[in-house]
């Protein structure tokens, strides 16, 4: 099956930084990347060279920061007081956290600093500013069912939302 709009994409993956060549993410570490293909859920530049190939297809992709993840955003690195994280039972650096924006959205976060009574949370993906290099290798293609398609993201035994 080639890949196509709506169909769920499986991958496995290296994620480098192009510039000192240390490795960011490995998806033999973690599992692999599922998505659904043509919903904006992945790396735009990523899903257009992914367009109609098939299980088995390998390839290494560099993207800049604006084909990738964008340019690193101080303004949503955020110093907090310690108190707003009172309904978290322990607050340590890397924890991620999602918090509710002004404008109704949602931001994914995570903790770099606790000094004190102060906690600095950034919101910038951690590939944000950096020229990145994907090894990619499709390992499954498949059809989204009507609900994953209705949730906008794949299910998986024992997991449905």
Not at 16 to 38: A, C, M, Q, R, S
Not at 50 to 71: A, I, N, S
């Amino acid at each position: 099956m080639k890949i196509a709009e709506s169909n769920v994409v499986t991958l496995e993956f290296k994620v480098y930084d192009n510039d000192t060549n240390e490795l960011l993410e490995d998806t033999k570490e973690v599992g692999p990347f599922f998505y659904i293909h043509g919903l904006g859920n992945f790396v735009p530049k990523i899903e257009e060279t992914l367009e109609g190939q098939e299980k088995g297809f390998k390839t290494v992709m560099t993207l800049t920061p604006e084909e990738g993840y964008g340019d690193y955003d101080e303004e949503l690195v955020e110093k907090m007081d310690k108190a707003d994280f009172e309904e978290f039972e322990d607050i340590y650096e890397g924890l991620e956290f999602i918090a509710d924006m002004d404008d109704g959205t949602e931001q994914q976060y995570v903790i770099t600093a606790i000094e004190d009574d102060v906690v600095t949370a950034d919101g910038n993906h951690p590939f944000a500013g950096k020229n990145i290099r994907f090894e990619v290798e499709v390992t499954g293609v498949r059809e989204a069912t009507e609900k994953e398609l209705e949730h906008g993201h794949p299910h998986f035994e024992g997991f449905e939302d």
